[in-house]
């Protein structure tokens, strides 16, 4: 049980570390300090239960289903796209000194929403989640399948809940015009980058 752990560990970690919008939402919440641990709670519960559907069973439904995925591929395609034009847009605001809308914190309601479209209009989280650690799960039995699992969304944990920690522990070096203006640019070529891979993956 102990190797499965490990490997979930492992193997989740390599799929969530790399950055990615749900990375980004929560580098830019923890930086202002605006639930971080609610938006990283959020994003560790919806891991969970995507990793938990996919090794029990849920992938084979996502891959009989290219319809359901093309749907959320368009969903995504337009929120990463808006998401990453108003990081533009914060970034434009930064570089002539109107930050007054950056100080403005988005009501807990705001937050909740825009990390459940971060997170579940985005393909890769499924084809992440559900797909790749729900068929090597799945190669598993018995208790070494739930260890796997376990392993995976500790991994989610450690990662999403040390990220806020940290964007909130630096936040006031973080939110530096400069800084901020740079950051503002790399989250918004993210979500740019991200959603024309989406758009090429369809075409």
Request: proline content about 2%; some cysteine.
């Amino acid at each position: 049980m102990l190797t499965a752990t490990i490997q979930g560990l492992l193997l989740g970690g390599s799929m969530i570390i790399p950055i990615g919008a749900q990375n980004a939402y929560i580098l830019n919440q923890g930086i202002k300090r605006n639930h971080h641990w609610l938006t990283a709670s959020i994003c560790i519960l919806c891991d969970a239960l995507l990793i938990s559907a996919g090794v029990f069973g849920a992938g084979s439904l996502l891959a009989l289903n290219p319809d359901l995925l093309q749907v959320i591929t368009w969903g995504g395609i337009v929120f990463l796209s808006v998401y990453g034009a108003m990081s533009f847009r914060s970034a434009w605001q930064y570089q002539y000194g109107k930050t007054e809308l950056d100080g403005t914190h988005k009501s807990r309601k705001m937050v909740v929403m825009a990390t459940l479209a971060v997170t579940l209009l985005n393909p890769h989280v499924y084809l992440d989640t559900v797909v790749v650690l729900g068929s090597v799960g799945n190669q598993f039995s018995g208790d070494n399948r739930l260890a796997f699992t376990a392993g995976t969304i500790l991994a989610s944990t450690l990662w999403f809940y040390g990220l806020a920690f940290s964007a909130a522990k630096f936040s006031n070096w973080l939110n530096r015009p400069k800084i901020q203006r740079i950051i503002n640019i790399t989250v918004g070529g993210i979500m740019w980058v991200i959603a024309s891979s989406l758009y090429r993956n369809l075409a």
